[in-house]
């Protein structure tokens, strides 16, 4: 005779509410003392064993059927996280290239280096050219890694970000993606704003080989537009990512 499972704990709940012995339940369902024992001791009996529980005790047979396990929380393996570690290189290397550019160029300029300019190109105002390498020095090689940095900080603090929709986005199943993608997003910028800075430190220089320093105001506009252009692409890209 097949046999299934049965809710043995709400079984002797149902009969000791009743205040029925295991001989009671036995001849009110017109089974043996024995078999109700087993029933109650192993959990499980035969459909015709279970109908006459049911119907001793006042319930659906459905009643006696014993309750589903619980299903196991998926186990979901967490991501690696790189801490936008190709991010890190590509700062850091431009970085280091910083560094080198700014000995090389700033071999090549004059003790006193015309450091600011008219509207016309013409030098109105200089600084000794130590001054103006250390200048250098923190804009292409420090500056980098501190704003890369200061990104690092911010997604401690989720509050100081400013994305679009950020409650969904920063919510506990996004944030680990949201954050790897916001650091190479912005390591990118980190890159590249020290490459136009070094342009323009180039169209100095090369001002500064004149006599009088002029410098090339043409291209100094056109060279920023361009980079607020890329800035704006730049901003317009992070925008659309986190459009839902």
């Not at 499980?44 to 059927?65: C, D, F, K, M, W």
């Not at 014993?66 to 190709?86: F, K, L, N, Q, T």
């Not at 016309?120 to 500056?143: E, H, I, K, W, Y």
């Not at 679009?164 to 919510?171: E, K, T």
């Amino acid at each position: 005779m097949d046999t299934m499972a049965i809710a043995r704990e709400k079984i002797k709940a149902l009969r000791e509410a009743k205040a029925w012995s295991q001989a009671h339940l036995a001849e009110a369902a017109g089974l043996s003392l024995r078999t109700v024992q087993r029933m109650e001791a192993e959990g499980t009996a035969s459909g015709e064993t279970r109908l006459a529980v049911a119907a001793a005790l006042g319930v659906p047979v459905e009643a006696l059927n014993p309750a589903a396990p619980p299903a196991a929380a998926p186990v979901i393996e967490p991501e690696p996280d790189d801490d936008g570690a190709p991010g890190k290189l590509l700062v850091f290397a431009v970085s280091g290239c910083g560094l080198l550019y700014s000995l090389w160029l700033g071999s090549r300029l004059p003790p006193v280096v015309a450091s600011h300019f008219s509207v016309t190109g013409a030098a109105n105002d200089s600084m000794p050219r130590d001054q103006f390498v250390g200048l250098m020095f923190f804009v292409l090689c420090a500056l980098p890694p501190l704003m890369l940095w200061g990104m690092t900080l911010a997604l401690r603090k989720p509050r100081t970000l400013r994305i679009p929709d950020a409650a969904y986005w920063l919510s506990e199943s996004r944030r680990p993606a949201t954050e790897r993608w916001l650091r190479s997003h912005f390591a990118l910028f980190c890159a590249g704003l020290p490459i136009f800075l070094g342009w323009i430190f180039w169209l100095v220089a090369q001002a500064n080989r004149s006599a009088h320093p002029t410098l090339d105001n043409g291209t100094m506009l056109a060279s920023t537009g361009l980079f607020l252009a890329a800035t704006a692409a730049w901003v317009a890209v992070l925008n659309r990512h986190f459009r839902r």
